[in-house]
C-alpha cells in the first residue's frame, strides 16, 4: 500500500472555480513531486519541491497552479480557476535526495472539471 | 531535449509467453532509466532502476539491461502471467530535477 496520502480521491468542479488537492509525503522523503496524468495515461511534470522550496516548476504551474510544501503540514497544489482540459489524475510523488532515487506515488486525486 | 519514447501502445500476450516492452531515450548527460508499473486504480511503482550500462538488472520476473550505445532499456519477461495485465511506463532521469516519462504501454495478457 501507498505511503503517500493523497485527498480527496475525486474531486468535481465547474469551469472557473478553484480545486485544492492535498499530498502527505512518505516519512523522511525531502522531495515532493507533482505530476498530472490525462486521459491518456501520458505523465506531465507540474512542479517540485525540496523542502519547502520550489525545485522547478513548468509555465502552466507558474500562471495558473499555486503550490506549497510547508513545514509540518501536507503539500497541496490548487488551480486558480479550473479549465475542462484541467480534468485529469494528479499524482503526487515522493523521493530522497538523489537523482537515483525513486518515486514513491499517492494514488492520486482524479479531478473532473465539468 | 530530453525525450523518452515507448513505441508500442498497447500490447496483447496469451497467459505463459515472452514479452518485450521498448524504451528509448535521449539525453545528452549520464541517464537513470526507471520503470514504473500502474494497475488499475492504484498508483504507480517502482519496477526496477539502472544506470549502469550493460548490466542486467531483475525484480519480480522482469528484467531489462541498460544500453547506452543504443539509447535503450528494454522490459523483458519470460513467462507473463494475468497479473501482470498493467499499465508500464518506462522514465528517465537526468541532470535536471525530475523524471520523464514515456507514453506507456498497456499490457493485457488473456488467458
Known amino acids: 500500500n501507498s505511503k503517500v496520502i493523497q485527498t480527496p480521491r475525486y474531486l468535481v468542479k465547474g469551469q472557473g472555480q478553484k480545486a485544492k488537492m492535498r499530498c502527505i509525503p512518505e516519512?523522511?522523503?525531502?522531495?515532493v513531486f507533482w505530476y498530472q496524468q490525462n486521459k491518456n495515461n501520458e505523465f506531465k511534470f507540474l512542479i517540485n519541491f525540496q523542502n519547502q522550496e520550489v525545485l522547478q516548476q513548468i509555465d502552466m504551474t507558474e500562471k495558473r497552479f499555486s503550490a506549497e510544501c510547508p513545514s509540518n503540514s501536507p503539500c497541496s497544489l490548487e488551480i486558480q480557476s479550473s479549465e475542462a482540459g484541467d480534468s485529469a489524475l494528479y499524482l503526487c510523488a515522493s523521493s530522497l535526495l538523489d537523482r537515483q532515487n525513486t518515486l514513491y506515488f499517492g494514488a492520486g486525486t482524479r479531478l473532473s472539471v465539468l | 531535449g530530453d525525450s523518452v519514447t515507448q513505441t508500442e501502445g498497447l500490447v496483447t500476450l496469451t497467459k505463459g509467453l515472452p514479452v518485450m516492452l521498448n524504451c528509448t531515450y535521449q539525453t545528452t548527460y549520464s541517464p537513470f532509466l526507471f520503470w514504473y508499473v500502474q494497475h488499475l486504480n492504484e498508483a504507480p511503482k517502482l519496477l526496477l532502476k539502472s544506470s549502469t550500462d550493460n548490466k542486467r538488472t531483475e525484480h519480480q520476473g522482469f528484467y531489462a539491461t541498460l544500453h547506452k550505445s543504443s539509447s535503450s532499456f528494454h522490459l523483458q519477461k519470460s513467462s507473463v502471467q494475468l497479473s501482470d495485465s498493467a499499465l508500464y511506463f518506462c522514465a528517465l532521469r537526468n541532470s535536471g530535477t525530475y523524471q520523464r516519462f514515456g507514453t506507456g504501454t498497456k499490457l493485457q495478457v488473456v488467458p
Open positions: 516519512k523522511g522523503h525531502p522531495v
